[in-house]
């Protein structure tokens, strides 16, 4: 079965703080993992893939097959990082999404 | 081009009462899905198209659910005899072949009192 754990349902930090939003995984395959971000009022949008490498808006996640986690981490918070991130796992390319249930970021001046 | 677009956003229905929620994807997309998400949850998958075929409806709770797609473009999901624990937000999402990013609709919230 393919499940998605985000532990943390509220994660509070200051500016400039480092963030790190963890997400584990089970899946018994090649997983795709994503990163969407809602922020307020706004419709639910992708930050970032896996599979890209990259890093949007500061942020980045490496894919760790042996821990099966995929944590989402910025040096350095801003406040309009504010919003709720969730986890997402794709079995199958282009197939549905499986979401965790999502941390809430607040970065506080 | 436009965005996912969803109608209506927001739906109070009586018990017992049908409803057809649409989402019309990004111009050319030739995937649609459909997610429902209550609250304090994330979105929870409930069935994708490819062009007008249902290629999986896995996730359609029961048989009061269901989803069509008739022209490959726009999608009704419909419920009928809703009951209250129907009551959540109702995701659409659209994804261009060749791409695995999904675009989100704004949702339609639905309450069943």
């Known amino acids: 079965a393919q499940r998605v754990t985000q532990p943390e349902k509220l994660l509070s930090v200051f500016k400039g703080a480092p963030v790190e939003l963890k997400c584990n995984y089970s899946y018994s395959g090649s997983p795709e993992l994503f990163w969407y971000v809602q922020y307020s009022r706004q419709r639910l949008q992708l930050l970032l893939r896996h599979i890209s490498r990259e890093s949007i808006k500061g942020f980045t996640a490496d894919l760790n097959k042996g821990e099966t986690s995929f944590h989402l981490k910025k040096p350095f918070a801003q406040e309009e990082d504010s919003a709720m991130y969730y986890c997402a796992l794709s079995g199958e390319y282009g197939n549905k999404l499986v979401f965790g249930a999502g941390t809430i970021l607040r970065v506080k001046s | ?113």
């Open chain 2, 1 to 113: 081009g436009a965005g996912v677009s969803q109608s209506p956003r927001y739906k109070v229905t009586k018990r017992g009462q049908d409803v057809a929620l649409r989402c019309d994807p990004i111009s050319g997309h030739v995937s649609l899905y459909w997610y429902r998400q209550a609250l304090g949850q994330g979105p929870e998958f409930l069935t994708y198209f490819n062009y007008e075929a249902q290629q999986d409806k896995s996730g359609l709770p029961n048989d009061r659910f269901s989803a069509e797609r008739p022209e490959g473009s726009i999608s009704t999901l419909t419920i009928q005899r809703t009951e209250q624990r129907d009551s959540a937000m109702y995701r659409c999402a659209s994804r261009m072949v060749g791409t695995d990013t999904q675009y989100f609709g704004p949702g339609t919230r639905l309450t069943v009192l």
